[in-house]
């Protein structure tokens, strides 16, 4: 069974940081590159953060970049976010995505919440 699974969301204070993870299962996880998503009440969805198969490349949207950092590890099949100096503007829902584009596969986790409040 394919499955995605975030975890790490939470409340935390502005300039705090978190951790999230995207734990993989039931496909094989180091062929597709991941993203995270996320999604603020009443807007759209946003990419906030790619890596490549492999781990070789990665990007951000302009407004996390500095902040956040994602990285993999094909050993345990897992993604993280790391987010350091939050603002309020970073709250929302975040989303891990993996994408094995190739075959035309695509999964998406059921997202985990983020809320940057004092």
């Known amino acids: 069974q394919v499955q995605l699974v975030e975890s790490g969301g939470g409340l935390v204070q502005p300039g705090g940081s978190l951790r999230l993870s995207c734990a993989a299962s039931g496909f094989v996880f180091r062929r597709y590159a991941v993203s995270w998503y996320r999604q603020a009440l009443g807007q759209e969805r946003e990419l906030v953060a790619f890596?490549?198969?492999?781990?070789?490349?990665?990007n951000y949207a302009t407004s996390v970049k500095g902040r956040f950092t994602i990285s993999m590890d094909n050993v345990k099949n897992t993604a993280t976010l790391q987010m350091n100096s939050l603002k309020p503007e970073d709250t929302a829902v975040y989303y891990c995505?993996?994408?094995?584009?190739?075959?035309?596969?695509?999964?998406w986790g059921k997202g985990t919440l983020v809320t940057v409040s004092s």
């Open positions: 995505n993996a994408v094995w584009a190739a075959a035309g596969m695509d999964y």
């Open positions: 890596i490549s198969s492999g781990g070789g490349s990665t």
